[in-house]
């Protein structure tokens, strides 16, 4: 039998939470935990076959205790949180047999990354093996994505744009998002840093500039 992990990790990150979490009249406030994640899960054990570390992104928007999880590979999941503690129960079909996962995971104290673990189990009703996982998840923030580029100061962050200073040394912001996977959307004039002093072009060449490109 073989499957992907990372849909496993997926869903663990995705539906994160026992419906009785919310429930529960001592549950802290839940931490935020809305946005663009990096997630990789490490294989510790595995009874089945052949499978590997893997490594997905995942849009999380969150309401209250509330949360969904989408992704290009696996579509859209729910769960909830409770305080930084999220947990999971959940079964999906594969290989013609049900895989059933638990997974607790905690969020830091900032909201920008959560570790945990999984145990799952497999089953055709003749045959069972089972593995665990250990999860890590980092939130893709704007200093995350582009903290690299050459001189770079965050002006604004949103859902789903990064505005920043950046030397370009006669390139364009077209250019830069593009180095770093994601799409120019406005490019502005600056007074060498975040203060803005006229309209700019995405495809100009100069040596530096705000940009303001998409998120991956």
């Known amino acids: ?16 939470g026992f419906a009785a979490c919310g429930e529960d009249s001592s549950c802290g406030e ?23 570390d893997e490594m997905y ?19 859209t999941f729910t769960g909830t949180i409770c305080g930084d503690r999220m947990q999971l129960n959940s079964s999906f079909s594969a290989d013609g047999g049900t895989v059933k996962v638990k997974a607790t995971l905690t ?26 996982d250990s999860l890590i998840a980092t939130r893709e923030t704007c200093d995350s994505i582009f903290g690299d580029a050459e001189g770079y100061i965050l002006c604004d962050e949103t859902d789903i744009t990064c505005k920043f200073y950046v030397v370009l040394n006669d390139s364009s912001c077209t250019q830069l998002c593009s180095t770093f996977g994601t799409t120019c959307v406005n490019a502005i004039q600056d007074n060498d840093g975040c203060e803005e002093i006229g309209p700019g072009l995405c495809d100009d060449v100069v040596g530096d500039r705000i940009c303001v490109c998409s998120k991956p």
Do not use: H
Request: proline share 1%; charged share 25%; hydrophobic share 30%.
């Open 30 to 52: 839940p931490l935020d935990v809305a946005g663009d994640w990096e997630m990789t899960s490490k294989v510790e054990t595995d009874e089945c076959d052949e499978r590997s």
């Open 107 to 132: 969020v830091s104290a900032d909201g920008n990354s959560m570790e945990g673990t999984d145990s799952w189990t497999w089953t055709d009703g003749s045959e069972t093996c089972s593995g665990s």
């Open 57 to 75: 992104r995942m849009t999380i928007t969150q309401d209250g205790n509330d949360v969904t999880g989408k992704t290009e590979e696996f579509g």
């Open 1 to 16: 039998m073989r499957y992907s992990v990372g849909f496993i990790f997926i869903v663990a990150l995705a539906m994160a």
